[in-house]
């Protein structure tokens, strides 16, 4: 089990950036990590993993804008978001699960989620 903890979030402009980290209570080489959201109304959904291979994968609407990175130094798992829209605005949740990334969303862990808010 990992304990993990979000930090990063705020309100920016349309087009502005910002950088999601998510703190690890040990290392998480051996794990995929994941990055998920949930609008208010909507159904939480996955944005972006990484496999414990360092393959990553993007949802269409963050594809070109969003990277995801592990500092496996620091057991941080990070999310770049750049050229942010307004429909990004969410909870961000980040997650892990030991050596395989979930087909559905039955994650092992997840943090407690962080606000990202974009206005027009």
């Known amino acids: 089990q990992v304990q993990l903890l979000e930090s990063g979030g705020g309100s920016v402009q349309a087009g502005g950036s910002l950088r999601l980290s998510c703190k690890a209570s040990?290392?998480?080489?051996?794990?995929?990590m994941g990055w998920f959201r949930q609008a208010p109304g909507k159904e939480r959904e996955e944005v972006a993993t990484?496999?414990?291979?360092?393959?990553?994968r993007y949802i269409d609407p963050v594809e070109g804008r969003f990277t995801t990175s592990i500092d496996n130094a620091k057991n941080t798992l990070y999310l770049q978001m750049n050229s942010l829209k307004p429909e990004d605005t969410a909870m961000y949740y980040c997650?892990?699960?030991?050596?395989?990334?979930?087909?559905?969303?039955?994650?092992?862990?997840w943090g407690q989620g962080t606000q990202v808010i974009v206005s027009s």
């Open positions: 040990r290392t998480i080489g051996d794990y995929c």
């Open positions: 997650a892990a699960n030991f050596a395989r990334c979930p087909w559905n969303d039955d994650w092992e862990n």
């Open positions: 990484i496999d414990r291979f360092v393959n990553r």
